[in-house]
C-alpha cells in the first residue's frame, strides 16, 4: 500500500516540530554536571603505589562483591606465581557455548583450563563424584583434591568451576583464604617458607599459629608451654 | 590430653564432671553417669516449648563470649518460619593458647552430642553440626565416638529414643583460619564458602547455615543443657554469679602452672591467677591477659575484678576465649601487646578496610614504640585510630583486636613512656631500644 503524495513530508515535517518543542537532551557538560546513579565508580582502574607497585593483592574481593558480576581478572598473583584467569563465563566467546553443547548432550571442553600444567583428571574425577558435585562441600573437594595431587593445580581448580558451577573467583578465593591449602607442590622452590613449612601432610599445621604461641612464651620470659 | 587444673573440692563440677572417667566415649559409662537422661525427658515429657521455658528459667547465658541468652537464640530460631533448621555448636576453639574446647570434647564428648541433640530437638532441627578442629585429633576421634556409639544405641539418627523424630549429629572438621571462631564466619566455612564474617542483623538464629535459621552455640553452652535438664533450672540459677549462673571453663597459664579449670561464675581475677599457682615466690604479677589475642591487658590492681563479661568489658577486657595468660615482671607489657595487636592483624580476613588496614597500623605503631622509633604522634594517633575501628567494626575481632594496644595505654602509660621518652625497657624484653637510641653496648 503506497501512501498518498506529500504525507511523507507532512509525517516529518511533525516529527521535526514535536522534537522542537520537546524538553532538550543535550547537557551542557562542564557547566551542568551529568547526572549518574550515585553509586557509578567509572571506569574500573587498578592503582599503583609510590613503588610502581600494583596495590591489587588479587584478592577476588571485588569479583565477588560486583553484584552484576562485570569484574573480569587475569594475570599473576602478587607472588608472581600462579597464573589467575577467571570472570563471569559467559564473558568469553568460547564459554557461552557451554550451554548449547550441554542441552545437546554432549561433553563440554574448557579449552582454559588445559592451558595449565595438565594433570590426571582421573583422581579428581572421583572425588567430584564422591561429593555429589556439591559446592556446598568445597572444602571437603578442596582437602581431597589436595590430599590426591599435594598441592591444588590450577587446572583441578578450574575444572572444580566447570563442574560444580561454582564460580573460579569464589573457590580460589576460598582455597586462598584457608591455611591448609597451597598452591605449589611442597618443596617447590617458587613456594614461598610458609607454604614449605604447611607440607607437613593432610593435617595442617598453622605456622602463624606455632610463630604466635612460641612468641607468647618468649614474651612471658622464655618459659615455654608446661615449663615452670 | 589437655591438663586439667585441681579446683577446690566444694566448687560445683558442671562440664569436667566426668574428668576422672577412664574412657570418656564408653557409652554404658556414660548411661550410668546420667548421659541421654535429660534428651529423654525433654523429648518425651517437656516437649520443645517447655525444652526452651526450662533454660529460660535457668538463666543460661553463651560462654561464647557475648553471653547472650541461650534460650531467647534458641526461641528465636524456633519461631521462624522455615522448613529446614540447624543447630551448630562452635567447638572449634581458634584462640591457640586456649584448650577449653578440646577439654570439654576430651573428656565428656556425650554432654556435647546430647546438648546438641536436645537443641536440635527444642529448635525443630534434624541435623546438628559440631565444628570442631581438625588439628586437635584427640577431641575430634572422642567425638567422633561417641557421635557413632550413641547412633547404634538409638539416641541420635532417624528414630530417635522411638519418637519418630530424626536427629542427627554430623562433626565438622574444620581448620585452617584464627576467624573460624566467629559465628558468621564458621557458618560461611560450614558453606564451603570464604570465612569472612556478614554483617549482624540478620542473625544467625533467623538467616544462618544456607540461609536457614541456625543456634549457634558454644560447646560450653551445648554441654551445659543436658545438666540443666537433669537437674532442674533452680539449681543451675544458685551457681556462680547471679547475672549470669553456673560455670565457666578458663584455660589458665602463668609462669608456675598451667591447664584448663572449670570455676564457678563471678570468681574474682585473684583467685584465677591463685589457681594457676600464682607467680613463683619472690616475684609479683605484672600484668593479667584476659581473653586470648584479642584480650586485655589488665594491671595487678583489677585482680579484684570479676571474672563476668560485664565487669571486664568496663575494664577493658573480655572473656572471649577463656584464656587467661599471667605475666610477671620479667615480661614487658609493650612487647605483649605488639606481639597480640601483630596476631589479631595477622589473622583479619580482610573483609573491612577498618579492619584490613587498622590492625596492621596499630601493630606498626606498637612495633615501633618497641623497637624505639617512636613518632611524637604515635600513642595520639593509636586512640584515635582503635575509637574508629571500634566505630566502624563489622565484627568483634575487629572490635577487639584494639583491646592489646588499647588497655596497654591505659594501665600501662609509665612502662610505655619509659620506652618513649627514656628509650629504655624495664623489663629488658625490647633490647633494640638502647641501640636504636645509641647508646647500646
Request: charged share 20%; glycine share 10%; proline share 8%.
Amino acid at each position: 500500500m503506497t501512501k498518498p503524495p506529500g504525507l511523507g513530508i507532512v509525517e516529518g515535517l511533525a516529527l521535526t516540530l514535536r522534537r522542537f518543542f520537546a524538553p532538550k537532551a543535550t547537557i551542557r557538560y562542564p557547566e551542568v554536571p551529568a547526572d549518574v546513579p550515585h553509586r557509578f565508580r567509572g571506569r574500573l582502574q587498578l592503582l599503583y603505589d609510590e613503588y610502581g607497585t600494583l596495590k591489587c593483592e588479587t584478592c577476588f574481593q571485588c569479583a565477588q562483591a560486583c553484584p552484576v558480576e562485570c569484574i573480569d581478572m587475569g594475570g599473576f598473583d602478587t607472588r608472581g606465581r600462579y597464573h589467575v584467569h577467571w570472570g563471569p563465563p559467559e564473558t568469553y566467546a568460547e564459554r557461552r557455548e557451554e550451554s548449547a553443547l550441554r542441552r545437546s548432550g554432549r561433553t563440554v571442553p574448557d579449552p582454559a583450563y588445559e592451558h595449565w600444567t595438565p594433570i590426571d583428571p582421573a583422581p579428581l574425577e572421583a572425588i567430584l563424584e564422591a561429593h555429589e558435585y556439591d559446592p556446598a562441600r568445597l572444602l571437603e573437594i578442596l582437602e581431597a583434591t589436595q590430599a590426591a595431587y599435594g598441592y591444588l593445580p590450577v587446572a583441578a581448580l578450574r575444572r572444580i568451576s566447570q563442574a560444580t558451577g561454582a564460580w573460579y573467583a569464589m573457590i580460589y578465593g576460598t582455597a586462598s583464604y584457608y591455611r591448609q591449602f597451597r598452591f605449589a607442590p611442597p618443596g617447590d622452590s617458587a613456594g614461598d617458607a610458609a607454604d614449605a613449612d604447611s607440607s607437613g601432610g593432610a593435617a595442617a599445621r598453622r605456622p602463624s599459629e606455632d610463630a604466635y604461641l612460641a612468641a607468647l612464651a618468649t614474651a612471658l620470659g622464655g618459659r615455654g608451654v608446661g615449663q615452670p | 590430653m589437655t591438663r586439667i587444673l585441681a579446683t577446690p573440692a566444694a566448687w560445683p563440677r558442671l562440664l569436667l564432671a566426668r574428668a576422672a572417667a577412664a574412657e570418656p566415649t564408653d557409652l554404658t559409662a556414660a548411661v550410668r553417669d546420667g548421659a541421654f537422661v535429660a534428651l529423654r525427658s525433654a523429648i518425651r515429657e517437656l516437649g520443645p516449648t517447655a525444652t526452651i521455658a526450662t533454660l529460660a528459667d535457668s538463666g543460661l547465658r553463651g560462654r561464647g563470649g557475648a553471653a547472650f541468652p541461650t534460650a531467647e537464640k534458641w526461641r528465636i530460631a524456633a519461631e521462624q518460619p522455615a522448613d529446614r533448621r540447624f543447630v551448630v555448636v562452635n567447638a572449634y576453639g581458634a584462640d591457640p593458647a586456649s584448650a577449653t574446647d578440646r577439654a570439654l570434647l576430651e573428656r565428656d564428648p556425650y554432654a556435647v552430642v546430647e546438648g546438641a541433640a536436645i537443641a536440635a530437638f527444642a529448635v525443630g532441627a534434624e541435623e546438628a553440626i559440631v565444628a570442631v578442629r581438625a588439628e586437635a585429633t584427640e577431641a575430634r576421634n572422642a567425638l567422633e565416638r561417641a557421635v557413632a556409639a550413641a547412633e547404634a544405641a538409638g539416641y541420635l539418627g532417624p528414630d530417635v529414643l522411638d519418637s519418630g523424630l530424626t536427629i542427627r549429629v554430623r562433626v565438622a572438621p574444620v581448620t585452617g583460619a584464627y576467624m573460624l571462631g566467629e559465628e558468621t564466619v564458621l557458618l560461611k566455612a560450614l558453606e564451603g564458602k570464604r570465612g569472612q564474617p556478614e554483617q549482624r542483623p540478620p542473625y544467625p538464629a533467623v538467616r544462618g547455615l544456607f540461609g536457614a535459621p541456625t543456634v549457634v552455640n558454644n560447646a560450653a553452652t551445648i554441654a551445659l543443657v543436658p545438666w540443666i535438664l537433669r537437674n532442674g533450672p533452680t539449681a543451675f540459677t544458685g551457681l556462680g554469679d547471679p547475672t549470669v549462673p553456673g560455670t565457666w571453663l578458663v584455660a589458665l597459664r602463668g609462669p608456675v602452672g598451667e591447664g584448663v579449670a572449670e570455676v564457678p561464675t563471678g570468681i574474682s581475677l585473684r583467685e584465677l591467677v591463685d589457681l594457676a599457682g600464682g607467680v613463683g615466690p619472690g616475684r609479683s604479677v605484672k600484668a593479667i591477659l584476659v581473653g586470648g589475642p584479642s584480650g586485655g591487658l589488665l594491671p595487678p590492681d583489677l585482680l579484684d575484678t570479676p571474672y563476668l563479661p560485664a565487669a571486664l568489658r568496663a575494664a577493658g577486657a573480655h572473656v572471649g576465649s577463656g584464656a587467661v595468660v599471667i605475666a610477671d615482671e620479667r615480661s614487658c607489657v609493650v612487647d605483649l601487646a605488639r606481639l597480640l595487636t601483630g596476631y589479631c592483624s595477622a589473622e583479619a580476613c580482610g573483609k573491612t578496610i577498618p579492619c584490613r588496614i587498622g590492625t596492621r597500623r596499630l601493630f606498626e605503631i606498637a612495633e615501633r614504640i618497641a623497637t624505639g622509633r617512636p613518632r611524637p604522634t604515635d600513642l595520639e594517633l593509636a586512640g584515635d585510630l582503635a575509637a574508629d575501628m571500634v566505630a566502624s567494626a563489622l565484627c568483634d575481632h575487629e572490635r577487639l583486636a584494639t583491646l592489646p594496644l588499647t588497655s596497654a595505654l591505659r594501665y600501662f602509660r609509665t612502662e610505655l613512656d619509659d620506652h618513649i621518652l627514656r628509650s629504655s625497657c624495664p623489663a629488658g624484653v625490647c633490647r633494640p631500644i638502647a641501640v636504636a637510641a645509641g647508646r647500646g653496648s
